[in-house]
């Protein structure tokens, strides 16, 4: 199957709940976009402060994030570090973390899951 490129603007991706309404995102790029079978997805995500995205786990693929905005505490398993704009924060698949958004303003991330093989 021939892929053509894609444009967007942020501006026009529609924000849609995530992780039962706890925050919410903007799905970016997905696996259907692509010609390779490695990337599953691209979302930029939203935190507001006091909030948190539970924890969780991605099975099959690892996860990274960039964070964009904001700061709090991230969680992966029995350990937890402190965020701040301009982190970038490597998720394995299988591991169970989540996000808490601690700061005075919305957190917002890049993320993006990878297959993991």
Known sequence: MTKRFTKRNLGDIPIEQA?????????LITSDM??????????KGYLESG?????????TVDEFFVVLRGEGKFYFEAEVVDYRKGDVVTIPAGGRHKIEATG???????FVR????
Request: proline share 0%; aromatic share 10%.
């Open 51 to 59: 909030s948190v995205f539970d924890w969780h786990s991605h099975d």
């Open 104 to 110: 005075n303003e919305t957190s917002e991330y890049f």
């Open 34 to 43: 692509l010609v390779g079978s490695h990337v599953e997805a691209m979302t």
């Open 19 to 27: 992780h039962g309404g706890s925050g919410s995102r903007q799905v």
């Open 114 to 117: 990878v297959k993991a093989e």
